[in-house]
């Protein structure tokens, strides 16, 4: 909210880029020296301009840019906390993640990434009131459902990964944190979102919005189930399967709408939208401080060995490297894939594994079946029969086929499998603990919970 955060909306104002809005940048200030600094800024652009109809795509933009640079951040401190990354370099924060540090409000790279998720969420909400007051004279209505899913993605963000948020500050005015226990309620404001977009995308007849706010809106009611069996009370379920009414109407809506198993909604780094407080494929792919997990690759992932080589992880039905992962780790984590990376959000294979859990939770092998050979039919694998058991395969599908996507450290929870690297003495070795409000954030907003640098209470071992 404070110093980082206004950096960060400065940064992505600058990103609402249409000649429309911009002032003409070859007007020079009469007079001008070379050392003169009252010189007004002909690239600024004001907030009444955004207040035209014609600047909504521009808004639009520049959320899907603020979200872009917040994702980037947390997939890179969420695969470091769990197997999916392992550090390999010089800088010790990642290798306190690494080994299950999760709740540092001082660890460098979550201290960092919490103002551009606090930005991405306060823009989304202020992009989808500005379109909506629009209202008839908005010139693409689609561009209103593009806000709706933005927003609600920083949402569902927030509520898959933090203990505790800021949510209600407003650039120059602080507010408490909503409180570790009324968490949900991000995931709540998710939802909402997503419904807003189905419902606009349905009328304005946009397939391609349709499939990507049912994916969504799927995956927040799932995350919502795992929220309150982790967290509600505090602890790793007995019960850790999710069955959810809604969830398994809206995977099987979005199924449809997707028309293929292999459909992914993505978003794609650029250089344009990569200016966090680190790049995860920098930091992986050139920076070379982490690389895939060692229980995934054999620990040198380089430009030659593209495909199944590399590659230590098998797959349980068939014990030949897991031809998901590679396809994965070609996407993300060689170095010949570069610093600019795509990270899933939504897919046709998730939806086939929600209606796998949700299948083997009602008992229903016949079902299970089905949707767990349909998302191994993605790249080709043999179909399961059986062997191993049918949550086994299930919890190999997921963390093949949502690497580095921000699922992996709620599998690590719910299914009580520790992340090889964690530390017996970190509190993640026996209650769900994540991410935190940032040590700067703490220290700058006097209503956020002190003392700063103290880690939340299911973080302390």
């Known amino acids: 909210m404070q110093t980082r955060f206004m950096q960060s909306l400065k940064h992505r104002t600058r990103q609402l880029r249409t000649g429309a809005l ?25 907030e009444e301009a955004l207040s035209n109809p014609t600047a909504a795509a521009s808004l639009v933009n520049g959320l899907g840019g603020a979200l872009n640079n917040a994702v980037n951040g947390i997939i890179g401190v969420s695969g470091a906390a769990t197997d999916e990354l392992g550090w390999a370099g010089s800088r010790e924060y990642w290798n306190l993640l690494d080994g299950g540090d999760i709740g540092d409000p001082v660890n460098e790279y979550s201290n960092g990434t919490y103002p551009f998720i606090s930005a991405a969420r306060w823009q989304g909400d202020y992009t989808v009131k500005a379109l909506e007051a629009f209202g008839a004279t908005l010139p693409n209505r689609a561009d209103l459902a593009r806000a709706y899913i933005f927003a609600g993605v920083a949402y569902l963000f927030i509520g898959e990964n933090y203990e505790d948020f800021i949510i209600g500050s407003d650039r120059t005015t ?40 049912l994916g969504l809106r799927a995956r927040a009611r799932f995350s919502k189930v795992v929220w309150q069996k982790l967290r509600a009370p505090r602890g790793f379920p007995a019960q850790p399967l999710v069955n959810d009414a809604g969830a398994i109407a809206d995977a099987t809506a979005a ?31 050139q920076r070379l401080e982490l690389r895939a997990g060692a229980e995934y690759t054999n620990g040198t992932v380089t430009a030659v060995d593209a495909g199944l080589a590399g590659i230590r992880l098998v797959d349980p039905v068939t014990s030949e490297k897991d031809a998901t992962l590679a396809v994965a780790i070609n996407e ?31 008992g229903n092998t016949t079902e299970f079946t089905t949707r767990i050979n349909a998302a191994r039919a993605i790249d080709g694998k043999a179909a399961w029969a059986g062997t191993p058991t049918a949550q086994a395969i299930l919890i190999h599908e997921r963390r093949v086929g949502l690497f580095l996507q921000g699922r992996r450290l709620h599998d690590h929870y719910r299914f009580n499998q520790p992340a090889d690297k964690w530390l017996p003495i970190r509190a993640a070795t026996i209650r769900p603990c994540f991410f935190p409000i940032s040590f700067d954030e703490a220290t700058q907003n006097p209503l956020a919970p002190k003392p700063a640098q103290d880690r939340p209470t299911a973080c302390v071992r």
Do not use: H, P, W
């Not at 309620?185 to 349709?210: G, H, M």
């Not at 199924?255 to 995860?280: H, I, K, P």
């Open 22 to 46: 911009l002032v003409g940048a070859s007007t020079l200030m009469a007079g001008c020296g070379l050392f003169d600094t009252n010189v007004a800024n002909v690239n600024a652009v004001t």
């Open 255 to 285: 199924l449809t709408a997707m028309g293929s198993a292999g459909y992914r909604f993505r978003l794609t780094s650029t250089a344009q939208n990569s200016g966090g407080y680190f790049n995860t494929g920098f930091e992986m792919n």
């Open 174 to 213: 602080s507010t408490a944190s909503i409180g570790a226990a009324n968490m949900q309620i991000t995931l709540d404001s998710a939802i909402a979102y997503f419904s807003k977009a189905n419902a606009l995308a349905t009328t304005v007849a946009n397939t391609e919005l349709q499939r990507q706010a």
């Open 332 to 362: 993300c984590c060689r170095q010949s894939t570069g610093q600019f990376l795509g990270y899933t959000l939504t897919s046709g294979r998730e939806m086939n594994l929600i209606l796998a859990e949700a299948a083997l939770a009602a």
